[in-house]
């Protein structure tokens, strides 16, 4: 059974950092197409795409958040890492770990919800950036 949990959320002041954690469990190859990454859904906004990482280790950002966030792996512990840094307030949104499509991560191409995306999806962590 394919597991993704999430932590590291909080409540940081702006210009504050975070790092979200991803740990993944019972998933041996990723299928292609698909990319292991970050998803976010603002209050009463749409679920987005932020980061991902692909099968040749590439990865991808959404211009908001280009020269602040920062995506990494560590396959020894089967983790996905998010750093976050010089947070905004525009940020805050609960975020979710995801393995599913890559072309989903793309502005605009975010999945209606979770339950309706492909692939494997965290429980999602909570982050607040207060002004």
């Known amino acids: 059974q394919v597991q993704l949990v999430e932590s590291g959320g909080g409540s940081v002041q702006a210009g504050g950092s975070l790092r979200l954690s991803c740990v993944v469990s019972?998933?041996?190859?990723?299928?292609?197409?698909?990319?292991m990454g970050w998803f976010r859904q603002p209050p009463g906004k749409e679920l987005g795409g932020v980061a991902s990482?692909?099968?040749?280790?590439?990865?991808s950002y959404i211009d908001s958040v280009k020269g602040r966030f920062t995506l990494s792996k560590d396959n020894a512990k089967n983790t996905l890492y998010l750093q976050m840094n010089n947070l905004k307030p525009e940020d805050t949104a609960m975020y979710y770990c995801?393995?599913?499509?890559?072309?989903?991560?793309?502005?605009?191409?975010?999945?209606?919800?979770?339950?309706?995306?492909?692939?494997?999806w965290g429980q999602g962590t909570q982050v607040t950036v207060s002004s």
């Open positions: 019972g998933y041996t190859d990723i299928p292609s197409g698909y990319c």
């Open positions: 995801a393995a599913t499509l890559c072309w989903t991560f793309a502005v605009g191409y975010g999945p209606v919800s979770r339950e309706a995306a492909s692939g494997h």
């Open positions: 990482i692909d099968s040749s280790d590439v990865t």
